[in-house]
């Protein structure tokens, strides 16, 4: 590949790779009576919830006079420009001009629509590619849908690209060095050597020696529809009844230089237990996590965005250099499919 063709990758890969799911907000963040703007993969996005509840996606953009969607209001299951009331469908179709009716433009699909699932209080929306306009089907993590698993999910906005929260994940060992003050992330060996283990989805990375005593692995997901990666961190009897607290993240580009970060904190247990370590989790857990969060948070966007072109990778990197070349393949195939229709057309 040409250093041109190197450069598309990584522009591609640092704006987003499309043809993919991610996450782009709380459910409790769009509220019925309001639209909310979000921004991901660079777009303006605008989303509300119709009648019913369900969520729609447009372009963040009216195409009357380019005001902002999100400055306007739900009307039923629509959405209306606050400038001069122009009303669009989910489907990015003007229903209504208010100020004119019979006007040519309505009826006129105006802007893009984008796919949208809701999951475990969280917002998924699709972001095309030319390989793939039709949204694949997401399977979302299994911990999802299993009535096993109580959930919280906990999300926030950095300063860094997205791929370096990536890169955190692929990386069990820092969690003995940067967390070591840390409730639950201060414990085991200070050295090993890291495997990887490859799946069909993806691959885990994990301490050689030690297991189940800090984040010693890592299960990285990358299956052609969407990344996450899951992790557990064991827990003191502190922390109340259940096993291990597990993580499932997401990272999302909002643009080169931030993103957004989704982590699922989760627990396996039922009944009475369940009930005690989510009261625990509210009272005192949640503000331990936040602080070992802010110990990453504050450690990658002090990282130049240009630092891997002077990284020194050892070993331990085997996790971080997998991952970055899996996503590479997937920008590679994209864009190759990007070319062959551009030189069909
Ligand atoms: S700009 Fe939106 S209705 Fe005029
Ligand atoms: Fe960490």
Redesign the pocket.
Known sequence: MSSVDKERVEDRLTAGILGQWYAVAKSVEVRRDKPRAVKALGRQLVLWRDRAGRLHCLEDY?P????R?SR?EVNHDDIS??????TLDGSGTIVRVPAMPGCALEGRKAVDSYAVIEANDGIFVYFPSKEKPAPPELKLPAEFSDPAWSSFLCMGRWECSYRYVYDNFADPMHACYLHANSFTLAFGAKQDVMQIEKHDDGFTVARLEQKDVNLDWTHVVLDGTQVYCRLDIPYPQAAGPGGPFRIIGYATPVDDKSCMVFFWRFRRLGGIARESWRFLYRATLEARHWHVLEQDREMLTHIPADAHKREMLYQHDVGVARMRRMLSQQVNSQLAAEDSVRMAV
């Open positions: 009216c009357h006079r380019g005001a969607l306007g420009c606050r400038y001069h009331g122009v």
